[in-house]
């Protein structure tokens, strides 16, 4: 029964846009208002109509009358005070089977204390509640007495159980959301601070290794070596204002990819055979950002900077609005080559997880001496 009502809550109550922005318990006095004011506009519309009096006591007919709430304003607002007070004191149940029974003593205690509790408050309240009750006036006016005279009757303590039960699996559902929202908040800011760290590793990761190359330059005192300052500080301004987006478009990623091969050639004292092919539909594509030049940069770092002789890279993308793939070939000496991979693919594996979490596949192969890494995205 409370996980019905759960799901109906999660379901259907909350995408209700009043409710989801007031909340529940809030909306539930917004209605009982409501309720209050239309059965009273009903009870002064039927005022003098021989079809809803009984033996000089009055019914509420299905009536709107606007002429006969004009004259009958003071009535009105009798009525409305009193229907008020009469739901407010079922309302009041509810509030304290919400915020104190179900939240402190149920939670904490257990539902041998809460049902004991229960029936403690409920002893306590209902002749305090009915007394309040049979002093309103139209306790007598509309049909028979609408409760007995008596405050000690256990019919009174019935009503007021009846009102604590049928609150509680909605009372549970409440609680259990408020719990699920909060452990999504959480979720989502220990991924999103997850994610900040696994960034910040990345980027000093990326730029440690480019400034160990200009350094070899300037050593050297080659011509390039401005050349390769202007080119890291392009790079540099595309990861500090870039790479904090959650998204940037894919033809941003694909110059940045381009502007680091280009600084990594003009300090290659070797023969790169370089390919990229791309079969890009809309370059608008959003991607997460600093993803597809982990690839690359591994490519350079372990295949391409170790070889002795000529060393070929090989790039192809290929994407649409539902689906990327990108792969990156590169040659490698396995003579060379250490298990060390360093913190690049092991961050890469991470950041997929949190960003596209059972929404990628990442293939990574080595035959005889070319390394193949192969990413597939779904973006939608």
């Given amino acids: 029964m409370i996980l019905i009502v759960n799901q109906y809550y999660q379901k259907k109550v909350l995408h209700i846009k009043w409710v989801k922005k007031i909340g529940l318990e809030n909306a539930l006095f917004v209605t009982i208002v409501l309720l209050a004011l239309t059965i009273s506009i009903m009870a002064v519309s039927s005022l003098n109509n021989p079809i809803y009096q009984r033996n000089g006591f009055r019914l509420v007919g299905f009536e709107f009358n606007i002429k006969a709430l004009w004259f009958n304003f003071g009535t009105f607002l009798g009525f409305f005070s009193q229907f008020l007070v009469m739901y407010l004191c079922g309302y009041l149940l509810f509030l304290i089977n919400s915020r ?100 910040q590793q990345l980027n000093p990761h990326f730029f440690f290794n480019t400034l160990n190359n200009l350094y070899a330059l300037s050593l050297e005192k080659s011509d390039k070596t401005s050349e390769s300052i202007l080119q890291l500080s392009e790079l540099m301004r595309y990861t500090i204002y870039k790479g904090q987006k959650k998204s940037v478009k894919l033809s941003q990623e694909v ?118 890494a192969e990413l597939k995205l779904r973006l939608t």
């Fill in 100 to 199: 104190l029974l179900v939240s402190k003593i149920l939670k904490e205690k257990g539902l041998l204390i809460y049902l004991l509790t229960l029936s403690a408050t409920i002893a306590v309240l209902y002749p305090l509640l009915a007394q309040i009750l049979i002093l309103l006036p139209i306790n007598t006016v509309f049909g028979r007495s609408i409760f007995v005279t008596n405050p000690f009757e256990p019919e009174n303590a019935f009503g007021a159980f009846a009102i604590m039960l049928i609150s509680l699996p909605i009372v549970l559902a409440l609680q259990w959301g408020k719990q699920n929202n909060k452990i999504l908040y959480l979720e989502k800011e220990k991924s999103q601070h997850e994610l900040d760290l696994l960034k």
């Fill in 255 to 372: 110059d940045y990819i381009n502007d680091y091969i280009r600084l990594q050639q003009i300090r290659l004292q070797r023969n790169l055979h370089f390919e990229f092919d791309k079969q890009v539909t809309d370059d608008g594509i959003g991607i997460a950002p600093l993803l597809l030049i982990v690839f690359v940069e591994n490519a350079f770092k372990h295949g391409i900077e170790p070889a002795e002789g000529e060393a070929s890279l090989k790039l192809s993308l290929t994407a649409n609005h539902t689906v990327l793939i990108f792969s990156c070939e590169n040659s490698f000496d396995p003579e060379e080559t250490n298990n060390y991979k360093g913190i690049g693919i092991d961050n890469l594996r991470k950041r997929l997880e949190l960003l596209y979490p059972d929404r990628y596949k990442l293939h990574i192969t080595s035959i005889h001496n070319i390394f193949k």
